[in-house]
């Protein structure tokens, strides 16, 4: 730890391996990722250690020593990956030279994501962390309802199973799949549940109280590495003797700066899961509805003529590099200094990766306004002769604090007056994810985070940017902040309000959307779990009333 804790950039006029014996070589080339020279050096090892003892005694303790500079906050993910790209092309040239050993593996594991999630980034972070660091991975894919995992699991031959998911209803899936475990005889098998909108507190107690086998919780890919090391050994904590939690229990936090992405959600609550969110019971929020602007139009239209380097201006970096890229502060470093780092690490990636991507991002939108009116926490859309009803979105409502519902910001239908509702779906297209796959597939695992990170975030600003052109043809145009970074906040006129976030829970809801938008047009899908397809795309409900911003449900 003391040779490699302090490594910074490689001055590419020096040999970072002077004087470095053949071991330190090696495990200098995972700590530093440096690719450069490798295939000599391994060489060089071969003629004084077998192939097996390479990888399982020097290049895996650099692994070690790279997960435990992670975990102490002196080395960001990008890096760890960096790391992982050298150990994978250390593997890829020692691998012809030995023979397949039965045994010889620390473990395995079958990962998959559960049904109805199209998200596979934390799954396969997963699986490059433990590839790398000696365990056989069988990845399977996203979308797996459990009779795929469970026809896979034997065949692997896996002695654990790993289950991902970013939705919140994902969690939902991963207790009916304990339970179809334990009625089906699978009980036997180890289980470790990783995903944003899961709790410790939720797998440790719910999870495993209903789950008669072992269930463990992985917040990151280093623990799930480290619960691995704990289920080969057996040498693992026993299950605490706590009540269970209650799903609906813990607050859902919207956060502006993450409007656009229900997967984001920060807790495992089930969102508008309780029916008595729903019923109206005549006491309404004291927020008084004004009087609509015009109707822009009526009806649903797309455009598919874009600036990318224009989009691109409407990245919130925060979101990206700190979000997305992972880049932590570490300890003890001053917030203007990090900022510098951040500058100075980030920027350059982020310059380079709106290049290279910018042939692969196909921005489209389908966006439209309707004439609509509330009733209780309802909101009715009519059709264009503002008298017959054409749908109808049901949102839950706050049980206290000031009592808000999304229907409350328009017009009631007893008032006569029609209000005006927006809704727009943005997509960056399918053409970015197909790239980030063939990333991982190929090994190039720090490019893959970036791309990834760049997909998501590019329909995050081509949703800020056309939330702002909605504004202007509602005649907000003025209102606007002149700095972008008040946007992020979402300092202006009204708010969007994305399906599968609290005021609007239901992604069920997206099909309604569908019906009024017909995203198709512009190569829009939804999946059976009302997910958009491709899944850099976002949806949302525009809401014009002043007072309409971010609020939680509970």
């Known amino acids: 730890m003391a040779r490699f804790e302090n490594v910074k950039a490689v001055d590419d ?31 060089d090892a071969l003629e004084s250690y077998e192939p097996l003892a390479i990888i399982n005694d020097i290049l895996l303790d650099g692994m070690k020593t790279v997960g435990v500079l992670f975990g102490s906050g002196k080395m960001q993910l990008p890096f760890v990956l960096q790391s992982a790209e050298v150990m994978k092309a250390a593997v890829r040239v020692l691998e012809p030279l030995m023979e397949k050993v039965e045994g010889s593996e620390k473990g395995s594991i079958l ?10 980034i934390g799954k396969n972070l997963v699986d490059i962390i433990l590839s790398n660091n000696g365990y056989r991975v069988v990845n399977i894919g996203i979308k797996q309802p459990i009779n795929s995992i469970l026809d896979a699991i034997g065949p692997s031959k896996c002695q654990v199973i790993g289950l991902s998911g970013l939705l919140v209803k994902s969690t939902v899936i991963m207790r009916e ?50 619960l691995m090391e704990q289920i080969g050994s057996g040498n693992y904590p026993e299950p605490r003797t706590v009540a269970p939690v209650e799903v609906v229990e813990e607050e859902v936090h919207e956060r502006p700066q993450d409007q656009g992405s229900p997967e984001r959600l920060p807790t495992h609550r089930l969102p508008g899961s ?16 004004v009087a609509p602007p015009a109707l822009p139009f009526y009806g649903a239209r797309k455009w598919t003529k874009f600036d990318i380097f224009e989009l691109y201006k409407y990245i919130n970096p925060i979101a990206l590099f700190r979000g997305q890229w992972q880049f932590k502060r570490p300890d003890g470093m001053s917030q203007p200094d990090f900022n510098k780092y951040i500058d100075d690490q980030a920027g350059p990636i982020f310059e380079r990766m709106t290049r290279e991507l910018a042939s692969l991002m196909e921005p489209r939108v389908a ?36 009592r808000q519902c999304l229907s409350d910001f328009f017009q009631p239908i007893e008032s006569g007056i029609r209000d005006v509702v927006g809704f727009h ?24 985070l970036y791309t990834h990170g760049m997909g998501v975030e590019t329909a995050e600003a081509l949703a800020e940017y056309w939330h702002k052109q909605i504004r202007q043809e509602m005649g907000f145009g003025a209102e606007e902040p002149d700095d972008k970074k008040l946007l992020f906040s979402a300092k202006y006129h009204g708010a969007r309000y994305s399906f599968g976030y609290p005021a609007c829970p239901n992604l069920e809801d997206q099909k309604q959307l569908f019906e009024l938008l ?4 512009i190569g829009i899908e939804l ?9 850099q795309s976002t949806s949302a409900i525009i809401v014009h009333h002043p007072e309409a911003k971010y609020f939680n449900i509970r």
């Open 177 to 226: 799949n304990l339970l179809e475990m334990n009625e089906r005889g699978f009980s036997n098998y180890p289980v470790i549940l990783g995903g944003a909108a899961l709790t410790r507190a939720y797998v440790e107690q719910d999870c495993q109280d209903l789950y008669n086998g072992r269930v463990f919780y992985a917040q990151d890919a280093f623990e799930g590495l480290r």
């Open 425 to 448: 779906i943005v997509t960056v297209g399918s053409k970015v994810t197909e790239h980030e796959r063939g990333l991982f597939a190929a090994g190039n695992f720090q490019d893959y």
């Open 13 to 43: 006029r020096l040999d970072p391996f002077e004087g470095l014996g053949c071991e330190d070589r090696l495990k200098k080339h995972i700590v530093d990722g440096i690719k450069k020279n490798l295939d000599r050096h391994i060489e």
């Open 527 to 535: 999946s059976e779990e009302f997910m958009l397809v491709p899944e």
């Open 111 to 120: 990962l998959a994501t559960v049904q109805g999630d199209v998200h596979d």
């Open 367 to 402: 966006w439209g306004y309707f004439w609509c009116a509330s009733e209780g926490n309802d909101l009715i859309i009519y059709e264009e002769d503002q008298t017959t009803k054409r749908t109808r979105f049901r949102f839950p409502r706050q049980r206290d604090m000031r």
């Open 518 to 521: 017909n995203p198709g047009d």
């Open 274 to 289: 309780d029916p008595a969110l729903y019923v109206f019971d005549g006491v309404k929020s004291d927020v008084q509805p």
